[in-house]
């Protein structure tokens, strides 16, 4: 079974990030054939600056590597460094039909809002669908946002296949655990839409001042507390072992303690917990090269596969000259 999974480098990782997908893709390196892109094409729809896109593609390929994506178990390559993959989706978009396109969710919700769309958003469905079938990948792990996506993606290749002869392999999503949304500073989903995430790596003085800040009910010290609805509470569970979120709830039930005193040691918790990811990141920061090396042998060995699956799709619909 080959896994296939991209991120968008619209921004720097944060904790929602990290345990709603990143930690996910990690594990599942030691499963299966893993294949990880940064899907710096798809982001070019939103990030119009070249240098901030440049700078955002390497810092995700350094923070996934920091953060224990293994280069011998998993391919991890920057989406453009594979050209075959914008000539499939031309052979896609071909037949992708507008309605079906129409109505998806990244499109619609611009439109509805009023706002009007690039064609590079309309057909964004359509490269994640080449994405996914030019290394015949069947599995595809995403948030739930995706699904729809991929749905479109089985669209597409069932009826290329049904016009052209067997040609591509059909993928099947695995939505991620997300069910246990990550909250931000304020409450809510932690998101870099609402400007509430903690980065997975800031400077810890910003990332505390940001802990420290963290929204809390105002009810007083003395009350007993129920851990499981406070965001606080969820925030810590995500760093502590069992032992100290049992420890934790039980002061949240005893009352008596202050909000200051969990946010501390959710500082003390989530920066114990990313330091040799930091140490590690700290490493290919002063080293590039090694990142850049990582990402040539990945797109070397994506392109020679997705070359394959190409070939195979413009032989079948009559497009390759042998
Ligand atoms: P953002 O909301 O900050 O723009 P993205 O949409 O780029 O984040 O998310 C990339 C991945 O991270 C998605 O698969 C999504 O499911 C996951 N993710 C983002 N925020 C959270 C969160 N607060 N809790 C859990 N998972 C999250
Ligand atoms: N659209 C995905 C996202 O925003 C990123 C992505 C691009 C992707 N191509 C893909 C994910 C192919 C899975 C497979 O999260």
Same mark, same amino acid.
């Given at each position: 079974?080959?896994?296939?999974?991209?991120?968008?480098?619209?921004?720097?990782?944060?904790?929602?990030?990290?345990?709603? @997908?990143?930690?996910? $893709?990690?594990?599942?390196?030691?499963?299966?054939?893993?294949? $990880?892109?940064?899907?710096?094409?798809?982001?070019?729809?939103?990030?119009?600056?070249?240098?901030?896109?440049?700078?955002?593609?390497?810092?995700?390929?350094?923070?996934?590597? &920091?953060? #224990?994506?293994?280069?011998?178990?998993?391919?991890?390559?920057?989406?453009?460094?594979?050209?075959?993959?914008?000539?499939?989706?031309?052979?896609?978009?071909?037949?992708?039909?507008?309605?079906?396109?129409?109505?998806?969710?990244?499109?619609?919700?611009?439109? +509805?809002?009023?706002?009007? @769309?690039?064609? #590079?958003?309309?057909?964004?469905?359509?490269?994640?669908?080449?994405?996914?079938?030019?290394?015949?990948?069947?599995?595809?792990?995403? #948030?739930?946002?995706?699904?729809?996506?991929?749905?479109?993606?089985?669209?597409?290749?069932?009826?290329?296949?049904?016009?052209?002869? +067997?040609?591509?392999?059909? %993928?099947?999503?695995?939505?991620?655990?997300?069910?246990?949304?990550?909250?931000?500073?304020?409450?809510?989903?932690?998101?870099?839409?609402?400007?509430?995430?903690?980065?997975?790596?800031?400077?810890?003085?910003?990332?505390?001042?940001?802990?420290?800040?963290?929204?809390?009910?105002?009810?007083?010290?003395?009350? %007993?507390?129920?851990?499981?609805?406070?965001?606080? $509470?969820?925030?810590?569970?995500?760093?502590?072992?069992?032992?100290?979120?049992?420890?934790?709830?039980?002061?949240?039930?005893?009352?008596?303690?202050?909000?200051?005193?969990?946010?501390?040691?959710?500082?003390?918790?989530?920066?114990?917990?990313?330091?040799?990811?930091?140490?590690?990141?700290?490493?290919?920061?002063?080293?590039? +090269?090694?990142?850049?090396?990582?990402?040539?042998?990945? &797109?070397?060995?994506?392109?020679?596969?997705?070359?394959?699956?190409?070939?195979? &799709?413009?032989? &079948?619909?009559?497009?390759?000259?042998?």
């Amino acid at each position: 079974m080959r896994v296939l999974s991209g991120i968008q480098p619209t921004g720097r990782f944060h904790w929602g990030n990290y345990f709603g @997908a990143i930690r996910q $893709y990690i594990a599942l390196q030691n499963e299966e054939e893993s294949y $990880y892109f940064i899907a710096n094409l798809h982001a070019l729809n939103t990030i119009r600056d070249p240098a901030v896109l440049r700078e955002l593609t390497l810092e995700a390929a350094i923070d996934l590597l &920091a953060l #224990g994506l293994d280069p011998e178990k998993a391919t991890l390559f920057v989406q453009s460094d594979v050209p075959e993959v914008s000539e499939l989706c031309w052979l896609l978009m071909t037949g992708a039909p507008m309605g079906l396109l129409e109505r998806c969710h990244a499109y619609k919700d611009k439109k +509805e809002r009023g706002l009007t @769309a690039e064609a #590079g958003l309309f057909t964004y469905p359509v490269l994640m669908a080449a994405d996914i079938l030019a290394y015949d990948a069947n599995i595809v792990p995403v #948030g739930h946002d995706q699904v729809q996506h991929i749905e479109v993606c089985r669209d597409l290749a069932g009826s290329f296949n049904h016009q052209f002869g +067997e040609v591509f392999v059909l %993928p099947k999503s695995k939505v991620l655990d997300d069910s246990a949304k990550v909250p931000g500073t304020d409450g809510e989903k932690m998101s870099k839409s609402y400007d509430n995430t903690i980065g997975l790596f800031e400077d810890p003085k910003k990332a505390r001042k940001k802990i420290m800040r963290i929204t809390t009910d105002s009810r007083p010290m003395a009350e %007993p507390k129920d851990p499981q609805t406070d965001h606080l $509470y969820q925030l810590y569970s995500l760093f502590a072992d069992a032992a100290q979120r049992e420890a934790m709830a039980e002061k949240y039930r005893a009352g008596g303690f202050g909000y200051g005193e969990v946010k501390k040691a959710l500082a003390n918790a989530a920066e114990a917990y990313f330091s040799e990811a930091r140490q590690r990141r700290e490493h290919l920061v002063a080293h590039p +090269e090694e990142v850049r090396q990582v990402l040539a042998a990945g &797109a070397k060995k994506a392109r020679k596969k997705a070359g394959e699956v190409l070939l195979r &799709a413009q032989r &079948a619909c009559g497009v390759a000259t042998e």
